[in-house]
């Protein structure tokens, strides 16, 4: 027997609400942004490409 989405959001709601504090824009809240600022307010490193590989290997 296979259970959907539907079936979750039906058996398990507390999983599926949204809170109150949360953001559906996808913006962050004031809270996570001051949190942010006090935990030094640094981004994310940049990607940096891997190391080539010298030699192949055949």
């Not at 507390?14 to 824009?25: A, G, H, K």
């Amino acid at each position: 027997m296979m259970i959907g989405k539907a079936d979750f959001e039906r058996l398990l709601p507390e999983i599926f609400r949204v809170r109150d504090n949360e953001s559906l824009t996808g913006q962050p809240s004031a809270e996570c942004v001051a949190r942010w600022e006090d935990d030094g307010g640094r981004t994310a490193p940049a990607k940096t490409p891997p190391p080539a590989v010298r030699g192949g290997f055949v």
